[in-house]
């Protein structure tokens, strides 16, 4: 069995508009002038307090903690309130690589486990994933625990397992747990950062996305 591993944010779902909003909630209730949306979009794939101390090196761990919690509580009205959408051709991927019998499909993703349910609740994504892997039991991404941690999991073998994102961080973890990173250009890092990465190849829509895989496979 070879094994997919996804991220979310940025490669599955559209969530820019949600993380923007939220991060800037979270710094004018602590006080401090938001950013702008493209400074925020660089720490998506981070875990949070560590995205948070990336955005405000010079608060301190108080002030870092305030935006933390403001974050987490802008964003979840947020996604109450209207669920993130998920990028054109994501549902026909997944739906056509869970029905294969040859791949195993896996999330590694910097949200908590709590915000990846509600993700998958809001999509209907139940059941296509064997192994998610959250922020909430691992160091944040680049570290490689969260992909070890589904090689375990599922028993899949390193060699035989790819991550697939779009931030730098995601090829970089992947690189260190052994596996080969696919990135998708649709999200919040550049090509160019992916490719300096690691990334083996870079897709531009899902439907190359979906092929490359299928002709990883074989």
Request: with cysteine; net charge negative; glycine share 8%.
């Amino acid at each position: 069995m070879r094994l997919v591993v996804f991220d979310v944010d940025g490669t599955l779902v559209d969530s820019q508009d949600h993380i923007h909003h939220a991060m800037s909630f979270a710094f004018e209730e602590a006080g401090l002038t938001p950013l702008p949306k493209a400074r925020v979009l660089t720490i998506v794939g981070l875990s949070l307090p560590v995205a948070v101390a990336e955005l405000a090196p010079e608060a301190d761990v108080q002030t870092q903690a305030r935006i933390v919690a403001g974050y987490k509580d802008s964003f979840m009205r947020a996604r109450l309130e209207r669920a993130a959408p998920l990028y054109p051709g994501a549902m026909e991927c997944l739906d056509r690589l869970a029905a294969r019998d040859d791949l195993l499909l896996a999330v590694a993703t910097g949200k908590s486990r709590r915000g990846l349910d509600a993700m998958i609740a809001a999509h209907g994504l139940q059941g296509r994933f064997i192994s998610l892997q959250t922020a909430d039991g691992h160091p944040s991404k680049p570290h490689p625990s969260m992909l070890l941690a589904a090689l375990a999991e599922t028993g899949a073998e390193a060699s035989r397992s790819v991550m697939v994102g779009d931030t730098s961080f995601d090829m970089l973890m992947a690189r260190a747990a052994g596996l080969q990173g696919f990135g998708v250009s649709w999200g919040y890092h550049p090509v160019t950062a992916l490719t300096d990465a690691g990334a083996a190849r870079v897709a531009c829509d899902f439907d190359t996305l979906t092929r490359t895989i299928e002709e990883w496979a074989e």
